[in-house]
């Protein structure tokens, strides 16, 4: 295990452990990184636009599109009807059906009735994108408006109306995650505590929102051009929706600006684009607005807990009900959020009892969709307000209550009855990051200003991140496949089933590759997202580029350096143990003769399988690569394990709290992270500021607000509050290496560490600010709003 400094570049050695520039950075800082809106046709462009309900909940009665059609650049007009009779249903990102839920078909505009507010209901296809929105006015829907439901219990009370017809009730599914008898423990237990914990709707804020860009050629092949993470899987279902062969359906995914799990795929604009391009026999191009694309919803969570301790505050038990508000579930994968934040519970601690049933909620606010953290940040601040509420019912010290409970790295690998978690010195990086943020001055400081009656708050957040899922049954799963080949001039090209959401993350699978075969990394180009060329592969999800696509990349590179070792050790008439790949040449370690790269390939192009001793006669390879720690069928005791890695982070804020206006000043803020092997250690500092970043956003400020009506208030970035440069202090942050035993190279997910550690030390943080006045907050976002109304003791709304 080794502590390594953020930003220190080494200066040789191996490729893999350094900050190597992005391989496409000058271009993005410049303005010359293509997206999806810089795609345009030779021949034009057409444009959609899609008519949206206004309503939560209503029968869709009559249609009529005929004033639209006759306005002059239209070329289709398309309403739901319509749509269904040249479609199948939406295949699920990942359906509720496979763990014991309801389901129900979605297709590319509502057919009977709407189910949200923002619905699409019909669509416009015109040559400009004005012409387009201006048709959307004179499509004239008759409506009956129907009894719809907002709240998550609202939606489970008997006689709730109901948000789809033949369900039985709004429980989209009733998902157990438990061990040992926590009903008895908690009777047992000398202290107990019980509360209630609400987490806010709040979604990702791509900068980048969604788009699609469909043309069909001549022999009626479909070419998709999507801002999606997923090529390959939306390859899958748009040839399902669309009822033709997969072979004729070609995705490209382009540079992303951020993806963030806001653009997995399953939406139904995906296949609404392939089939206005089709009807209107020209490329087809729809952009997801500002206004559209908060629509997409994510997390809001109701915990209820009760928890069981002793005098030491060890938990001796835990009991959770979550319900989980995940909208109009939709085809897109973001309900399973609410599955994720079940089976990460009891997180990075030792609790051998525990009983937690997660219920998601069908109701009539917008569906979800994936949000970094998925579920695991909702998991992380429940425990961490439960570690910060026994510390002050025993007056104890929080790292103190942490300390007593975290998983000793003895006991590692652990088990719980969903998680076989790899590893990891959870008690180390605490002690890191207490030293990081100095938290005993922390803490002196605290008692001297509160002495002046100010409100200062030091908090602690601790984050057991599962990465890498695999989820049997659907498309979302836990391995993938790269090709590697290399050509005559000693440079290599990578084709990988893994996507970039915008975080640079080819420079690190060249880092791997070029390491592999002793070139530098600008001589490896690296090609994704483009369903033709690259292998199939299941995309970004999970923080699995690195430790599956890059580690089927250097398998593969492994098997082209085991040719060129080979034919060069012919070359040179010497022994294959003594040869080596080294700053682009083939090396014989004893003798130190020395053969350019290139020749040895072109040794291996026009001599392999002619003598010489050089059996092959190609340098490609490709490799598929699964983790090792991926149990989907039960063991003898039950258990199962859909996550191979599992990273770690810990976190102290601190915070100042204005008495007057209920103003949050983040003051300082420090974090220690544990990704496993680094390989490139610029990136995963960004990746860790920026799921910090997030966190903070969710803990203080962002929330997508419902009116009483079923409207989204926050439809803008001016209601919609995300943090900016100046509301963030600098960020202190420190990585700890402790490879997985299980992954190649021994490396973890490093994209989503930081989200729910970030969330927790600030509430409690704040929690901490609130306790000379006797009150707490935990409804989330702890808004100056909300916060001011605590101050004064007016109580706390959702």
Same mark, same amino acid.
């Given at each position: 295990m080794t502590l390594v400094p953020e930003m220190a570049t080494v200066a040789a050695g191996p490729l893999v452990g350094q900050s190597v520039r992005r391989k496409d950075g000058d271009l993005i800082l410049t303005g010359h990184g293509g997206y999806l809106d810089d795609i345009e046709f030779p021949g034009g462009t057409l444009h959609a636009a899609l008519l949206r309900s206004p309503h939560p909940a209503a029968r869709i009665l009559r249609v009529d599109t005929t004033a639209a059609q006759a306005r002059p650049g239209i070329r289709v007009v398309m309403t739901g009807a319509e749509a269904a009779k040249l479609t199948e249903p939406i295949p699920h990102f990942y359906n509720p059906a496979l763990v014991g839920g309801r389901s129900i078909d979605f297709h590319p505009l509502a057919l009977y009735a709407v189910h949200y507010v923002g619905e699409p209901v019909a669509a416009v296809v015109a040559e400009s994108l004005h012409q387009a929105q201006a048709a959307l006015r004179d499509i004239k829907v008759e409506y009956e408006p129907l009894p719809y439901v907002l709240d998550a219990d609202d939606a489970? &009370?008997?006689?709730?109306?109901? *948000?789809?017809?033949?369900?039985?009730?709004?429980?989209?599914?009733?998902?157990?995650?438990?061990?040992?008898? %926590?009903?008895?423990?908690?009777?047992?237990?000398?202290?107990?505590?019980?509360?209630?914990?609400?987490?806010?709707?709040?979604? !990702?804020?791509?900068?980048?929102?969604?788009?699609?860009?469909?043309?069909?050629?001549?022999?009626?092949?479909?070419?998709?051009?999507?801002? !999606?993470?997923?090529?390959?899987?939306?390859?899958?279902?748009?040839?399902?929706?669309?009822?033709?062969?997969?072979?004729? *359906?070609?995705?490209?995914?382009?540079? =992303?600006?951020?993806?963030?799990?806001?653009?997995?795929?399953?939406?139904?604009?995906?296949?609404?684009?392939? =089939?206005?391009?089709?009807?209107?026999?020209?490329?087809?191009?729809?952009? #997801?607005?500002? #206004?559209?694309?908060?629509?997409?919803? %994510?997390?809001?969570?109701?915990?209820?807990?009760? /928890?069981?301790?002793? &005098?030491?505050?060890?938990?001796? %038990? =835990?009991?959770?009900?979550?319900?989980?508000? *995940?909208?109009?579930?939709?085809?897109?994968?973001?309900?399973?959020? &609410?599955?994720?934040?079940?089976?990460?519970?009891?997180?990075?601690?030792?609790?051998?009892?525990?009983?937690?049933?997660? /219920?998601?909620?069908? !109701?009539?606010?917008?569906?979800?969709?994936?949000?970094?953290?998925?579920?695991?940040?909702?998991? &992380?601040?429940?425990?961490?307000?439960?570690?910060? =509420?026994?510390a002050q019912r025993l007056e104890l010290d929080p790292a103190e209550v942490r300390r007593r409970n975290l998983i000793p790295t003895a006991e590692m690998p652990y088990w719980t009855a969903t998680k076989h978690i790899d590893g990891g010195d959870y008690h180390a990086v605490l002690e890191e990051v207490l030293q990081a943020a100095d938290y005993p001055a922390q803490r002196a400081l605290q008692t001297t200003v509160r002495a002046r009656g100010r409100l200062f708050g030091v908090g602690i957040g601790f984050e057991l991140a599962p990465e890498g899922a695999d989820l049997a049954g659907s498309l979302v799963r836990g391995h993938d496949t790269a090709t590697v080949r290399i050509d005559r001039s000693g440079g290599a090209t990578v084709l990988t089933g893994v996507t970039s959401p915008g975080t640079g993350n080819e420079t690190g699978i060249a880092q791997m590759v070029a390491a592999e075969l002793g070139i530098g990394v600008d001589d490896v180009r690296v090609m994704q997202g483009d369903t033709d060329l690259c292998p199939y592969g299941y995309g970004n999800f999970s923080s699995r580029s690195l430790t599956v696509g890059g580690a089927a990349a250097v398998l593969a590179a492994r098997d082209v350096r085991g040719t060129l070792v080979q034919a060069g050790a012919s070359l040179l008439k010497t022994r294959v143990a003594d040869c080596g790949l080294v700053d682009g040449h083939l090396v014989d370690a004893v003798t130190g003769e020395r053969l350019p790269l290139r020749e040895v390939v072109n040794a291996v192009m026009t001599l392999g399988g002619a003598g010489m001793g050089i059996d092959e006669r190609q340098l490609e390879s490709t490799r598929t690569y699964a983790p090792e720690n991926i149990r989907l069928v039960p063991d003898e005791l039950g258990r199962v394990s859909v996550y191979p890695s599992y990273s770690y982070s810990a976190h102290v804020a601190s915070v100042e709290l204005d008495r007057e206006t209920g103003v949050v000043s983040l003051l300082s803020y420090a974090g220690v992270h544990d990704c496993g092997t680094v390989v490139n250690p610029m990136f995963v500092r960004g990746q860790f500021l920026g799921a910090i970043a997030m966190g903070i956003g969710g803990a203080l400020w962002e929330e997508s607000v419902y009116g009483s009506d079923g409207q989204l208030r926050s439809d803008s970035l001016k209601r919609y509050l995300v943090p900016r440069a100046p509301d963030l202090p600098w960020i202190e942050t420190r990585s700890r290496q402790t490879p997985s035993p299980f992954t190649l190279l021994g490396i973890k997910g490093g994209g989503e560490s930081g989200v729910g550690g970030a969330v927790s030390a600030v509430a409690n943080a704040v929690n901490d600010a609130l306790l000379p006045l006797g009150v707490q907050v935990h409804h989330m976002p702890l808004s100056a709003p909300r916060l001011l109304r605590a101050i004064r003791g007016e109580g706390v709304r959702r």
């Open positions: 489970l &009370a008997p006689r709730a109306p109901l *948000v789809f017809d033949g369900w039985e009730n709004n429980a989209v599914a009733r998902l157990p995650f438990a061990e040992g008898d %926590a009903t008895t423990k908690l009777t047992t237990a000398r202290y107990t505590l019980a509360g209630e914990i609400f987490i806010q709707r709040y979604q !990702t804020t791509p900068m980048e929102t969604r788009g699609y860009v469909a043309a069909w050629s001549p022999d009626r092949r479909l070419t998709m051009h999507a801002s !999606t993470q997923n090529p390959h899987p939306m390859r899958s279902h748009l040839a399902q929706v669309l009822g033709i062969g997969e072979h004729d *359906v070609r995705v490209i995914a382009p540079r =992303l600006g951020g993806g963030f799990g806001h653009k997995f795929h399953s939406y139904p604009e995906e296949a609404l684009v392939a =089939l206005l391009a089709r009807q209107a026999g020209a490329p087809v191009k729809w952009l #997801e607005s500002r #206004e559209d694309s908060l629509l997409v919803g %994510a997390r809001e969570y109701v915990h209820r807990f009760e /928890v069981g301790f002793d &005098a030491t505050g060890k938990i001796l %038990a =835990l009991r959770d009900r979550i319900l989980a508000n *995940v909208g109009a579930l939709g085809p897109s994968g973001g309900w399973a959020q &609410a599955f994720v934040a079940g089976l990460t519970l009891p997180g990075p601690y030792k609790i051998n009892d525990y009983d937690v049933e997660v /219920v998601p909620v069908a !109701t009539h606010k917008a569906p979800w969709n994936g949000a970094r953290g998925f579920g695991k940040e909702s998991a &992380a601040l429940l425990m961490e307000r439960v570690m910060d =509420l026994v």
